[in-house]
């Protein structure tokens, strides 16, 4: 069976938002391009798949932006290359490496996590813990960032049942930023 990760930048307070201040630095873009690179697929709900593609997709001439800094261009890349699965009831087609998820979406990742091939990955908010609720996430990446949002959307706010986590990697980067590795484990 194929592991499924949740990835996402979070703040002290719990903020996922994606304007909550948690920028990457260049380390932290190095990081965020590695985890990219290591998934066979990336899983969004439409609205990170939408907020992703504005920021991250290859213009159509080529360039990228010139807000985009040359250490950035790897991530933009890397994720521009990857595949990507949009899980959406309101879209009726998607592209950029793209293939739709429409209907029970629990069922469909299922289905992906029995297919043969690598790790895949789940980033967002709402998507992530529908997920968590059915107990399809196998492991959870949490960058923490020394930073309070005091505000926006919580990491996994609503969870129906507690989840119980084992730490089994911590990485400490020169921004202050920490990243946490988790798996589920057994009450």
């Known amino acids: 069976m194929r592991p499924l990760r949740y990835a996402i930048n979070v703040t002290l307070d719990g903020c996922v ?11 932290l873009m190095q990081f965020w391009t590695d985890q990219i690179r290591a998934a066979d697929a990336e899983i ?4 990170t798949y939408e907020m992703m593609e504005s920021a ?3 213009p159509a001439d ?13 991530f933009a890349d890397a994720l521009d290359r990857a595949k990507k699965y949009v899980a959406s009831s ?10 739709l998820i429409q209907g029970d979406v629990v069922e469909a990742v299922r289905r992906l996590k029995e297919q043969p091939g690598g790790p895949l990955s789940v980033g967002g908010e709402k998507l ?5 609720d059915h107990g399809l996430i196998d492991e959870y990446l949490f960058v923490v960032h020394p930073i309070l ?10 969870l129906h049942e507690r989840v119980r ?9 020169g921004s202050g930023a920490v990243a946490h590795t988790f798996r589920s484990a057994a009450f």
Do not use: K
């Not at 938002?17 to 380390?27: F, K, L, N, S, Y």
């Not at 969004?44 to 609205?47: E, L, S």
């Not at 992530?128 to 968590?132: D, F, I, K, P």
């Not at 986590?165 to 980067?173: G, M, N, P």
């Open 17 to 27: 938002h994606h304007e909550a201040g948690v920028a990457p630095d260049e380390e």
């Open 44 to 47: 969004y709900g439409r609205v």
């Open 56 to 58: 991250w997709r290859r």
């Open 62 to 74: 080529g360039v990228w932006p010139d807000w985009m800094s040359e250490w950035e261009q790897p």
């Open 90 to 99: 309101t879209l009726t087609s998607v592209d950029w490496n793209s293939e």
């Open 128 to 132: 992530a813990r529908e997920l968590t």
């Open 149 to 158: 949002a005091g505000h926006g959307p919580r990491l996994l706010d609503g």
């Open 165 to 173: 986590l084992e730490l089994v990697d911590r990485r400490e980067f």
